[in-house]
């Protein structure tokens, strides 16, 4: 599985850096003449921090399902492989038996 640093960078990579939850519930703004509304902008930073957790908990669960699914099909490969291999010389040493 491909570690992530502290700041969001993913090691080895070279893809940009992703935002964390906490960094979204802590981003602060600069006042403007006019302003926004704080508790609104909490309130968004809050909704998007979860759904960052959550898109960052689905990764996790696809980066081992994904790591599994490799698995499987090299196993299933290297067992293919040796099957045939069998075959083949099976094959092989019944043509030159009758030959």
Known sequence: MTGVCRSGQLYGTGLPARMTPPE???RAFDPRRRGVDGDQVRALQAEAADELTDLHRQIRRLTVQNERLKRAVRDWQA???????????????GASATG
């Open 79 to 93: 067992m293919h492989a040796r099957r045939c291999r069998r075959r083949a010389t099976v094959a092989g040493s």
């Open 24 to 26: 979204a519930r802590t």
